[in-house]
């Protein structure tokens, strides 16, 4: 009751934001694909990146992941999209911001197909620290099955769903252990998975705001929808609930304490808000044509 269905409660929201602009930022594994035991195998279906690129060709659309920005351009292979990776510290963006860091953090360069393009990275002078906390963990957490290590650049993944039960306290020592060399750097859990990141004021919800300014779309007349399932997707939702203005919508089954006021079951739901997002959007256009 205290987050009703984002679908069934679909008409009401558009109702009340038919005349404003809508942002859409999503994240990615739990919300665009299924949480799976191999992360490299996150893959999104099809028709789940049909409804994806339906919305973003009627809105302006972002993935924040807590992976690599790369690993997530790859699996959701889509053009007009922008992205944010290692929990919105590497981000691609159309312009420079003055207003978080001016050009300190920004970086112009040319991507594969030969496009200049702005990467904004708040977090770029703790790389070479990030580098070595992945070696250290990835060489330390070996003999634990089932773990696994990622290096999603800016912070490192430990994930542990595949560990037994009786060597997750292990596990999370080691990383404890790893740590104490390194006090500018915290560890957060999300599901399954441990998060190390450099001790930065900067978070899912900075990186949305950070979106919406490079956007052009940091005015009261702007509506960001944000959906996300982990934990890390909370700053998010605090940011547009200090807003004012938007709907944070937490993917879950089950309910839990969180700063969404909306939320959808699963994927399969998520990816019906998509559509019906798009649907909205061409339905709209053709009663005002």
């Not at 060597?167 to 990383?175: F, G, I, Q, S």
């Not at 899912?204 to 009261?220: M, N, R």
Request: hydrophobic share 35%; with cysteine.
């Amino acid at each position: 009751m205290e987050h009703p269905s984002a679908l069934d409660e679909f008409e009401q929201i558009m109702s009340a934001i038919q005349h404003k602009k809508i942002v859409v930022f999503l994240d990615y594994d739990g919300t665009l694909s299924d949480i799976v035991d191999d992360p490299d195998k996150a893959f999104m279906t099809e028709t789940m990146r049909s409804a994806v690129r339906e919305v973003a060709e009627c809105y302006p659309t972002a993935i924040i992941s807590g992976r690599r920005r790369e690993k997530v351009q790859d699996f959701v292979k889509l053009d007009d999209i922008y992205y944010a990776g290692s929990h919105g510290m590497d981000i691609i963006s159309p312009v420079c911001s003055n207003r978080f860091g001016g050009q300190e953090h920004h970086r112009r360069v040319v991507d594969e197909k030969g496009n200049e393009i702005v990467l904004f990275q708040p977090a770029a002078d703790f790389l070479p620290k990030v580098e070595g906390i992945f070696r250290l963990l990835t060489t330390r957490t070996k003999n634990i099955k089932g773990s696994r290590v990622e290096d999603n650049k800016f912070c490192v993944s430990v994930h542990f769903r595949c560990v037994h039960e009786k060597d997750t306290n292990a596990l999370k020592e080691v990383v404890e252990s790893v740590l104490e060399d390194y006090p500018d750097f915290r560890v957060t859990r999300g599901k399954k998975v441990l998060e190390v990141r450099p001790l930065i004021e900067w978070d899912k919800g900075h990186a949305l705001e950070y979106l919406l300014d490079t956007l052009g779309f940091d005015s009261s007349d702007v509506v960001p929808i944000y959906l996300g399932d982990d934990r890390t997707d909370e700053d998010a939702f605090k940011m547009i609930t200090t807003r004012g203005e938007g709907y944070p919508i937490i993917v879950s089954s089950i309910p839990k304490e969180t700063k969404a006021s909306y939320s959808l079951r699963d994927t399969k739901e998520v990816m019906q808000f998509l559509q019906n997002l798009a649907r909205w959007s061409t339905n709209s256009s053709l009663g005002n044509s």
